[in-house]
């Protein structure tokens, strides 16, 4: 009964009340019989802020993963280069002829091996700037942020500079670059204008990579040459693609696209798809037209056009916003369309 008594029943009350009390949280004072305490909340815009938050915690320490290949790499290249100059006092020792022209073909590879690590490093940079880009540009349509646009606008007409085909799209979106439009706006603008001719030219690089892949898988009697001439079309492709939209991948730099291509593809769950809607497709009629092989051939080329979506949405420096994203319902049209005019 006393518990029951101790909880009070909900009710309105005025604040001009004479037996209503306004008191500071940190009054310890008993509340008097009869009366009715109440204690505002603080206000959360006073509340004191920490001055250090982080929100991701700092990693400490030595990456020794780092520490080892960077010594390793170290003795590598001392090693090389104690065993040439072993060669070139050899070859002096021999002939002062032989010395000299192997001094040259020394000077010749370091040369060649000094603007391949430049090549290199300029096309990692430049597919980070793209892969940056497209973070930023995902950011601004949700930010709108308009001062943000028109830097990445900006970066954009740098990156598009050396594509002729872009000129008239190029001048156009110059033309808005001083007019009052909004951060996601100006995003939207900046991809009509400059990406629809890309993502034309995209489509087709990718219909004709499938093209081709269904072709030579139906028709080849092996099959370790259709997977070396699927991978060898892939990596074609994706190089293709990769400098469709301003990227310049060495080695290196096709070494990570395909890293990227392979995450988006297990991201999206793009094979299961893609073999779905092959089963779905060959199985409405259209398998009774082909053979067994014409139909692995298909299976293929469908593969590889959804390697290629998947290498235009990393490849790509602004996501897929005003424009349609390709789909791949119509590059299999395209392909049966193909296979049923050969067969």
């Given amino acids: 009964m006393s518990e029951r008594s101790s909880h009070r029943r909900p009710a309105t009350f005025k604040l001009d009340d004479p037996g209503v009390i306004v008191m500071d949280p940190d009054h310890s004072s008993r509340p008097a019989r009869g009366t009715v305490h109440v204690t505002p909340e603080a206000d959360p815009a006073l509340l004191p802020v920490p001055l250090e938050a982080p929100l991701v915690p700092i990693r400490r320490g030595f990456r020794w993963g780092a520490v080892f290949w960077t010594a390793l790499g170290g003795l590598v290249l001392l090693g090389l280069g104690l065993g040439i100059t072993h060669l070139i006092e050899g070859l002096f020792a021999r002939s002062e002829g032989l010395g000299f022209v192997g001094l040259a073909f020394a000077f010749a590879a370091a040369l060649a091996l000094t603007i391949i690590i430049a090549r290199e490093a300029f096309g990692l940079a ?49 033309g808005h670059a001083d007019d009052i439009i909004d951060g996601a706006d100006m995003i939207k603008l900046a991809e009509r204008e400059l990406m629809t001719p890309l993502d034309q030219e995209a489509r087709r690089l990718v219909s004709s990579a499938a093209q081709r892949v269904s072709i ?67 199985g409405h009629g259209i398998a009774a037209k082909l053979s067994q092989r014409l139909g692995e051939g298909v299976l293929n080329g469908l593969l590889t056009a959804r390697l290629g979506l998947a290498a235009i949405e990393v490849t790509r420096p602004l996501p897929f916003t005003a424009l349609p994203r390709p789909a791949l319902a119509d590059l299999a049209k395209d392909l049966l369309r193909k296979r049923e005019d050969d067969a």
């Fill in 126 to 174: 430049r597919l980070a700037t793209i892969e940056r880009m497209h973070l930023r540009a995902t950011e601004v349509l949700i930010s709108d942020d308009r001062r943000a646009s028109r830097t990445i606008v900006d970066d954009l007409l740098k990156l598009a500079h050396q594509n002729p085909q872009l000129a008239r799209a190029r001048a156009t979106l110059q």
């Fill in 216 to 282: 030579v898988t139906a028709v080849s009697p092996r099959a370790l040459i259709d997977v070396l001439f699927v991978f060898v079309a892939s990596l074609r492709m994706i190089r293709q693609l990769a400098r469709l939209y301003g990227g310049r991948p060495g080695t290196l730099g096709m070494i990570r696209l395909m890293r990227h291509v392979i995450a988006h593809l297990a991201i999206t769950g793009g094979m299961a798809a893609s073999d779905s809607l092959v089963q779905q497709m060959l």
